[in-house]
């Protein structure tokens, strides 16, 4: 038996348990919620999201979507990316399908407060990026010693 071995590269400086927990929690409470509502035909996209000292982005793997077909919502620190993956008409028999179509809906809750007025969303070879800027006072600012 093998057991997961944590690479030695990434940092645990800034790990947050309560975040990871919170984040548990709305993938549970979203499944619960679309088990009983039978929302089941809804999946999300592969995504990365990543922060810096002033700035988050969040880049989801969207191939063949339109961007007429895309919906970005921010709500408070919560980003919420939503849209339609329309299965193309297809002349032969299909033999074999791998790739996801129909409703999708990525949802993150962002760490910090949020700069909503300066969003940004780019659709470029069927990756949608997504940056979102910190607000002011959550950036990290260099404070210089006086003598």
Known sequence: MTLPVRSPSRSTARWDPFRELDELYERVNTLWQSGLTGALDHWS????VEEADDAYTVELDLPGVARE???I?????????SGDIEEKERKGI??????RVGRFHFSVTLPGDVDADNVSAQLHDGVLTVHVPKAAQARPRRIAISS
């Open 94 to 99: 299909l033999h074999r399908r791998t790739r």
């Open 69 to 71: 077909d895309v919906d």
């Open 73 to 81: 919502q921010l709500d408070d620190r919560r980003l919420t990316v």
């Open 45 to 48: 996209p592969l995504a990365d």
